[in-house]
């Protein structure tokens, strides 16, 4: 059996169309599966909240609403790219540096705070234009408009359902 086909896809994609990044999902869904399972205070060593950022995706009738939280990242570590099928967030949270450290032999008691890279694939389902998309980014919430073309919105129509 191929790989592909084991991969759960939105309801976004084509068929016949190859996913890209399908081991991205695949470990996006493991990922939710730990927190979901286990919860988010028990997920395994390695896999940071960061890692899989949380997104709301709402569909309107002119565009694509993405909203993804991304607390303690600044704007210039932050990677939008179109890739074929979606869009791919990617970006890193970089560690601050400590430099008022008083005593050498001092230490975290707690260390619960997530740094490093993350990545997201977002399929969208329909071909995108770069100059339809719009992206803001305020107070750790990153904002993506992705506008759909006049054809995708024109393809909207509803079927009456007729008696039997």
């Given at each position: ?10 309801n976004?994609?084509r ?5 890209p990044?399908?081991s ?5 869904d493991i ?10 205070d028990m ?5 940071s ?13 002119k565009?694509?609403?993405?909203t993804?939280?991304l607390?303690?990242?600044?704007e210039?570590?932050i990677?939008?790219e179109?890739?074929?099928?979606g869009?791919l967030l ?10 008022d450290?008083?005593?050498?032999e ?12 993350f ?15 719009e ?8 904002h993506i408009d992705?506008h759909?073309?006049?054809?995708v919105?024109?393809?909207?129509r509803?079927?009456?359902i007729?008696?039997?």
């Amino acid at each position: 059996m191929r790989t592909q086909n084991l991969v759960p896809f939105s309801n976004g994609f084509r068929l016949g169309r190859r996913a890209p990044l399908a081991s991205t999902f695949l470990n996006q869904d493991i990922n939710r599966l730990f927190e979901e399972f286990l919860g988010t205070d028990m997920v395994p060593v390695g896999v940071s909240a960061i890692a899989n950022p949380k997104v709301d995706i709402k569909d309107t009738k002119k565009a694509l609403k993405i909203t993804a939280e991304l607390p303690g990242v600044d704007e210039d570590d932050i990677d939008i790219e179109l890739v074929d099928g979606g869009i791919l967030l990617r970006g890193e949270k970089v560690r601050e540096k400590e430099e008022d450290s008083d005593d050498e032999e001092s230490g975290y008691h707690l260390y619960e705070r997530s740094y490093g890279a993350f990545s997201r694939f977002i399929p969208v389902p329909f071909d995108v234009d770069e100059d339809m998309v719009e992206a803001r980014f305020k107070r750790g919430v990153l904002h993506i408009d992705v506008h759909k073309p006049e054809t995708v919105s024109r393809k909207t129509r509803k079927i009456a359902i007729k008696s039997s």
